[in-house]
């Protein structure tokens, strides 16, 4: 079975306490699409953190005296900082507007997933605002697949993603930041391959695979494209996390 | 459109000299697929470093002093990471069995990409055969894009993939290695989001998100499909390289 990623059109600009399972639902049908057992609805952090609520006003953040220093040597603004700062666990390089930290969900990115950009039109100041990831985005796709297949009486995965930078390579790539009803990680050690040669290290970052198709076809500019249906993972589906994507620190080469 | 990735059944098992043009084009009729303007050809690196006939036994191989210190040090075969050396520029960091170096070929990976499985069959001792990455994966992107445009009279991209492992994440996901005939990086400075607030910072890495999506599909164990046709590439496809998905040392905070 060929991989399918149909990007669902439609969804409505997302607002606090919105029903993201009843807006796929939706948008599935207008598309002509019924879920099938496998089936996976990857979804774009943005639209989860704002169903929950988690933008801020930046007007209303007090930075830190750490905050305004580490502001002040990068050349960005403190309130932003502050909050990148709480939604952190430890910062590991910085440069020039940007902060690279572990984020308090146990992943590596660029200013805690914090951005500036399609959050506006939730305040009377578009810079203002600024979104959080959600809180517990395992929680979240589990809580979004439990809508949709109670709805749909079917077995599917949910994905949230967002876009990371990577250490060594120029652009973005989408990332898995939460994920339930999938594997995060497929191991494949102790599998032949065609010769009986066994496969030793072989670990896939099965989900990471997933978010990064997804986030081809939602692209980056539109958020109006951010739900993407897919069929024909190529794994079997089952409970899964994203703590098995995070490479434990003390395995880590690259601090 | 959706984004279609479909792998192609009964590619055989590939020898140096092999003609990867017309087993393609054998595998797209058996599949049933009609090339497009647009299509993309994904193909393992495997394939396209058999092909050229980039194996080599470990028996010939002369292990420097260099070599046998890294090798005693990390408890590695000793022609193996001689090979390592020299196919990298750098090396980054080492741990007992994997040494990470920046390539010669510009990116940083475990073991400058060799490894020992899906080699045998070439010689009689299953474990003495290596194969390196290919000399130039660029150019061979081209030249198959070149036959496969010519056989098919339409304009194609073709993007070579091996799979990478990242610095802070657990398993490996597909990145390029070499590709012609499309986006590497695909850049979306300035153009204006929802609410018309430019996007300052991104630049997707486009061919890397593919190469995971068709890294999902093709598997790992299998070198049966170790070819991936793709529909519905969202960007303009363009010349391209693997180059502007390199980024430049002086902008590497992880060395």
């Not at 578009?126 to 009486?153: C, F, K």
């Not at 986030?215 to 703590?243: C, D, I, K, N």
Request: a negative charge.
């Amino acid at each position: 079975m060929p991989l399918t990623l149909t990007c669902l059109p439609g969804i409505p600009l997302i607002r606090p306490g919105d029903n993201l399972v009843e807006m796929i639902g939706t948008a599935l049908e207008r598309a002509g699409l019924v879920l099938q057992d496998g089936d996976i609805l990857v979804l774009a952090q943005k639209i989860v953190s704002k169903a929950e609520g988690r933008m801020l006003n930046l007007a209303r953040v007090n930075p830190s005296a750490r905050a305004l220093e580490l502001a002040a040597s990068i050349d960005k603004d403190p309130r932003l900082v502050e909050l990148i700062l709480q939604e952190s666990r430890e910062v590991l390089r910085t440069r020039p507007g940007t902060i690279i930290v572990e984020h308090r969900l146990g992943f590596v990115c660029a200013n805690a997933g914090i951005d500036h950009s399609n959050v506006a039109g939730l305040g009377d100041g578009q810079e203002e605002w600024v979104l959080l990831l959600p809180e517990n985005p395992d929680d979240s796709a589990h809580r979004i697949r439990q809508g949709l297949e109670r709805a749909a009486s079917v077995h599917v995965g949910v994905l949230i993603i967002d876009s990371h930078g990577r250490a060594w390579r120029q652009g973005t790539v989408g990332a898995a930041i939460g994920l339930s009803g999938m594997p995060g990680l497929v191991d494949l050690r102790g599998s032949p391959d065609l010769f009986d040669y066994t496969l030793r290290i072989t670990q896939v970052g099965a989900a990471d695979e997933l978010a990064a198709a997804a986030s081809l076809v939602m692209g980056q500019a539109a958020e109006g494209t951010p739900v993407v249906h897919v069929r024909g993972f190529p794994y079997p589906l089952r409970e899964g996390s994203l703590e098995e994507l995070l490479r434990p620190k003390e395995l880590d080469l690259f601090r």
